[in-house]
């Protein structure tokens, strides 16, 4: 089993910055593939980013590259997700997921889920 806790959400302006954490434990994390989601109100719960054990794999939601950066340190079991120019539109509840072995863009794949951390961004 393997549990996930999110934190640094909170409230920014728009065209401010964030970075979330993920911290992971439980049974040995060797070939965890990481991911962030995020779901806003009234919508579905999307792929936001995701990277491999070995950090050599990424992917990204097209409408967050070049914004956000997924990273993670093995050393400390957890995983960032760096988000510069927040937009309004990025307001929703960022989920860390972990699944093993390969990334991928689709929730239902992911076995494990954090709690959540609201990430508002006011215009």
């Known amino acids: 089993q393997v549990q996930l806790v999110e934190s640094g959400g909170g409230l920014v302006q728009a065209g401010g910055s964030l970075r979330l954490s993920c911290a992971a434990s439980g049974r040995t994390l060797s070939n965890l593939a990481m991911a962030w989601f995020r779901q806003a109100p009234g919508k579905e719960r999307e792929f936001v980013a995701a990277?491999?054990?070995?950090?050599?794999?990424?992917r990204y939601l097209d409408s967050v590259k070049g914004r956000f950066t997924i990273s993670r340190d093995n050393a400390k079991n957890t995983v960032y997700l760096q988000m510069n120019s927040l937009q309004p539109e990025d307001t929703a509840v960022y989920y860390c997921?972990?699944?093993?072995?390969?990334?991928?863009?689709?929730?239902?794949?992911?076995?494990?889920w954090g709690q959540g951390t609201q990430v508002t961004v006011s215009s």
């Open positions: 997921a972990a699944k093993w072995y390969s990334i991928a863009n689709v929730k239902v794949l992911y076995d494990y």
């Open positions: 990277i491999s054990w070995s950090g050599g794999s990424t």
